[in-house]
């Protein structure tokens, strides 16, 4: 008798589901394409469900293209036809009804495909699935395959940046950032990476000393904002160190870490162009690593050498209620943490940091709180002050550099991965000055920059010299709003948070500087029998701007 009483309201409520169902339409979906590899002009047909009977203002786009009119051969509600439209080497297949657009299914033109030799293929690395098909910034996305090389060495995995559309093929590409701990697992068979920060949707790729891999399509998406690489320049530099030595005798040896411009999502291209000597090791933890064997007494040397980089400005935009923090992350738990140069687990600065942030969750209002704060009246601009964090809380007064570490430190201590930014400002005539900034992560976008002392637009006895005038100087009418999130590219980076270098000798005698344009921890180091010696690190010279 129970079952026949449940019976009797199952029914109805089953036909009043059906009946709501049949009122909406379903969205299209794609079971199957056939061929799944094949040639520019040739039919290939979609079979799913939900297409529609007549094709209408419906379409289909193959990697981003989207064939003309003519190219449908037919068009029905489980089935459509077409001829192959123009495009790269690979991408999604996704069918559009009513504004409304199904699942992606990889499409392969057969053209990129590598030829057999002798009835072999090549060795080169051979992508066979990546999962997931889409992601954010900092995703995990597993590649399997054949011909990666049991170790990484000098291969890496590169996506699109700066594609032009959602589905454009990218022409630029950025590789998985090491900085960013991009490489989990590198096999020859399976490679686990993290998606870098400025990807954007488009192909995707695997480099290996064999070669390069047949691209497949990648959706960077969930994304809780947009963040655009703008204004480039590209700047030639030039710069030296000279070293007179005072008393010395053979053997001897002087080592010189100097830095090079950082490479970043908005710093790319960086290529060294001349050197006298050549270095011992061109990248040494982002130093170039000169040797000098043998310098004899009373002498001079000079070590000089030109870059070209090309450097971006950033714009962002952020939804902060759509940020979600990740539940494991190795960038929040490597740059939250408390050191000698950013002490945020000191209870002075996690005290200061809590009372800033008063209650506040997000972690971008928190960072734009502290921001605020130190544009609020809290911090005296003074160019010639000396000391730490702690001599600005004390004193209330700091320069560029000690902002940069405040700021970083107070959002480290509310767990917000930061990290100052060390190099140069590029004014009129093509004068340089050195600067410190900030940047923090938030997950799924990346990067974000701060520049509190441009914010605060300090001159004269401040952070700037009156007699400095950065060209976008008067460009934006707020700044206080500008340099939070976004940047200008009228800069140029040198290190991106401290690197720290270890003396290669116990018995060397190692010098260090501060507030120079790099964050390194060692910059000279003397082994042997010099027993004087003065070293002068020249400025930055712009030898030439390209802007586009």
């Not at 970043?264 to 001349?274: C, D, G, K, P, T």
Request: glycine content about 10%; hydrophobic content about 40%; some cysteine.
């Amino acid at each position: 008798m129970k079952t026949k009483n449940k019976t009797k309201y199952i029914l109805p409520t089953l036909a009043v589901l059906f009946l709501l169902a049949g009122c909406r339409s379903a969205d299209p979906v794609i079971f199957s394409i056939y061929p799944s590899i094949g040639i520019m002009g040739e039919p290939i047909t979609i079979l799913g469900s939900s297409f529609g009977d007549e094709r209408d203002a419906s379409f289909v786009t193959i990697a981003g293209a989207q064939p003309t009119g003519t190219a449908y051969l037919e068009w029905s509600d489980n089935r459509i036809r077409l001829r192959i439209p123009e495009l790269g080497e690979a991408g999604l297949v996704f069918v559009h009804v009513g504004g409304r657009r199904s699942n992606g299914v990889i499409f392969v033109n057969e053209a990129a495909l590598p030829r057999t030799v002798d009835g072999r293929t090549g060795l080169g690395p051979m992508v066979s699935t990546v999962m997931p098909h889409a992601g954010a910034i900092g995703s995990i996305v597993t590649i399997t395959g054949s011909g990666f090389g049991n170790s990484r060495g000098s291969g890496g995995v590169f996506f699109s940046r700066n594609a032009q559309g959602a589905w454009a093929a990218g022409q630029d590409f950025i590789e998985v950032s090491e900085a960013e701990f991009g490489y989990e697992l590198w096999t020859d068979r399976e490679i686990r990476v993290r998606v870098p920060d400025g990807a954007v949707s488009g192909n995707m790729e695997v480099r290996t000393a064999r070669g390069r891999s047949s691209p497949l399509v990648f959706e960077v998406n969930g994304s809780p904002g947009t963040k655009d690489f703008v204004d480039r320049r590209s700047y030639i530099i030039t710069y030296s160190v000279n070293i007179r030595t005072g008393i010395a005798e053979a053997p001897n040896t002087l080592h010189l870490w100097v830095p090079f411009p950082a490479v970043s999502a908005a710093q790319r291209n960086v290529e060294m162009l001349f050197s006298n000597p050549a270095p011992f090791i061109l990248d040494y933890f982002g130093t170039s690593l000169y040797r000098l064997d043998n310098l004899e007494a009373h002498s001079s040397t000079d070590v000089s050498m030109s870059w070209t980089v090309d450097v971006y400005g950033i714009r962002t935009s952020v939804q902060p209620q759509e940020i979600r923090r990740e539940a494991i992350s190795p960038m929040r738990d490597a740059h939250t943490r408390g050191g000698p140069n950013l002490p945020a687990d000191d209870p002075r600065i996690m005290n200061l940091a809590m009372s800033i942030i008063a209650g506040e969750t997000n972690p971008y209002q928190q960072a734009r709180r502290i921001y605020d704060w130190m544009l609020g009246g809290n911090i005296v601009w003074d160019a010639r002050v000396q000391g730490d964090i702690f001599s600005v809380l004390e004193t209330g007064r700091a320069d560029t550099f000690l902002a940069a570490l405040l700021y970083s430190t107070l959002l480290r201590a509310v767990g917000i991965p930061s990290q100052p930014v060390a190099g140069v400002l590029v004014g009129r005539d093509r004068q340089t000055m050195n600067h410190y900034w900030a940047e923090f992560w938030i997950d799924g976008l990346g990067w974000i920059p701060v520049d509190p002392a441009m914010g605060a637009a300090v001159t004269g006895t401040g952070a700037i010299p009156a007699n400095f005038v950065p060209p976008v100087a008067d460009a934006y009418d707020d700044a206080a709003a500008f340099y939070f999130g976004n940047i200008d590219s009228w800069r140029i980076a040198f290190s991106r948070g401290f690197t720290d270098i270890s003396q290669l000798d116990p018995r060397g005698r190692t010098i260090t500087q501060v507030r120079s344009y790099a964050l390194q921890t060692l910059w000279e180091e003397v082994i042997g029998g010099i027993e004087s010696y003065y070293s002068l690190w020249g400025n930055i010279i712009i030898t030439g701007i390209h802007a586009q």
